[in-house]
């Protein structure tokens, strides 16, 4: 990262990155980023666990930096959505943390319909900023990755779940309650086996998220991401028709993203692609080139500039 991007930030600033897996959490100021700590989502207890995990965290990751709470100037949070809006202020209704939105049938060890996030935060935190993650990294890779530049253009991670962030003629879209991009719960099929955290059968995060995968093919030798990517890049047969199956489907939400929104370009990150982009972007261009040319010609993915600190990025977008 360009030392250009600390050297304007005043004050100390703490990122926090709220995903389905993990939470993390860095303190960032003119020097670069300090006290980087992360810890898999808190999912039990009662539905205010994930915004003490959050101030525990922030707390730590001042300590360790030799600071304290009292010294930050601002929070920004880049979380996993899609948002509820309960008094005016932010909770989760996250499909891969609430499990009482889908039902015991997905496995999540909690019956929430949603996770407290900004009142227990802005009770203990100062100038606290929420976003949507693929808002807060579509605005840090217009920013400092790979879509400077853009003025039409789209973030995409590929991990957990699905997300997306929004950009039209330079303008963000954020959508009435901050929601806009979350075109992982677009239905794209009627699979049985394809049963999304949000409770919709047969959407995209349903079928090609990095937990559908191990969902989906439990009972097949390749039973997560990492495996099935594995054995597809080593020639294994059946590996490479479930990836070229994975592609056709994520290939196509990007191909629609493109031509309803007119993109120039989409940046793509997240666990699930960037762990095997050399495989996965070829693949995925080859569902979008050659087809109605007038909207999708010179149209590129691209692989995220901010690589796999683009949540750490993304939410010091927020406050920097």
Same mark, same amino acid.
């Given at each position: 990262m360009n030392p250009d991007v600390f050297a304007s930030i005043e004050g100390?600033? /703490?990122?926090?990155?709220?995903?389905? *897996?993990?939470?993390?959490?860095?303190?960032?100021?003119?020097?670069? $980023?300090?006290?980087?700590l992360s810890e898999p989502t808190a999912k039990t207890g009662d539905n205010d666990a994930l915004a003490r995990q959050i101030i525990?965290?922030?707390?730590?990751?001042?300590?360790?930096?030799?600071?304290?709470?009292a010294d930050l100037d601002a929070v920004g949070v880049s979380s996993c959505g899609p948002f509820a809006m309960h008094h005016g202020l932010i909770e989760l209704a996250a !499909?891969?943390?609430?499990?009482?939105?889908?039902?015991?049938?997905?496995? &999540? !060890?909690?019956?929430? $319909?949603?996770?407290? @996030? +900004?009142?227990?935060?802005?009770?203990? $935190? !100062?100038?606290?900023?929420?976003e949507n993650d693929g808002v807060a990294a579509?605005?840090? +890779?217009?920013?400092?990755? /790979? &879509?400077?530049?853009?003025?039409?253009?789209?973030y995409v991670t590929w991990s957990t779940g699905i997300g997306m962030g929004l950009c039209v003629d330079g303008r963000v879209l954020r959508g009435k309650n901050g929601n806009a991009g979350h075109a992982g719960h677009t239905f794209v099929s009627d699979n049985d086996d394809a049963l999304c955290g949000c409770g919709n059968v047969g959407d995209l995060e349903g079928l090609v998220s990095g937990n559908a995968i191990a969902r989906r093919?439990?009972?097949?030798?390749?039973?997560?991401?990492?495996? @099935? #990517?594995?054995a597809a890049r080593a020639?294994?047969?059946? /590996?490479?028709?479930?990836?070229?199956?994975?592609?056709?489907? #994520?290939? %196509?939400? &990007?191909?629609?993203?493109?031509?309803?929104?007119?993109?120039?370009a989409i940046s793509l990150g997240g666990s699930v692609f960037w762990h095997h982009r050399d495989l996965l972007l070829p693949k995925l261009q080859a569902q979008i080139d050659?087809?109605?040319?007038? $909207? *999708?010609?010179?149209?590129?993915?691209?692989? /995220?500039? &901010?690589?796999? %600190?683009?949540?750490?990025?993304?939410a010091l977008a927020l406050v920097a």
């Open positions: 100390l600033k /703490a990122c926090v990155d709220v995903g389905g *897996t993990k939470v993390a959490v860095s303190l960032a100021d003119a020097t670069g $980023l300090h006290g980087h525990r965290l922030v707390t730590q990751s001042c300590a360790a930096a030799g600071h304290s709470v !499909p891969n943390i609430c499990g009482g939105l889908a039902g015991p049938a997905r496995g &999540l !060890p909690n019956d929430w $319909l949603t996770a407290q @996030l +900004e009142a227990p935060l802005r009770a203990a $935190l !100062p100038n606290v900023v929420i579509l605005q840090a +890779e217009r920013r400092w990755g /790979a &879509l400077q530049g853009f003025t039409d253009c789209a093919f439990a009972a097949s030798p390749h039973a997560d991401a990492a495996t @099935l #990517m594995t020639g294994d047969v059946q /590996a490479l028709v479930q990836v070229d199956a994975l592609c056709r489907v #994520m290939g %196509r939400a &990007l191909y629609n993203l493109i031509v309803t929104l007119d993109l120039q050659g087809k109605l040319s007038a $909207l *999708t010609q010179g149209c590129r993915l691209l692989p /995220a500039g &901010l690589q796999q %600190r683009v949540g750490d990025y993304a």
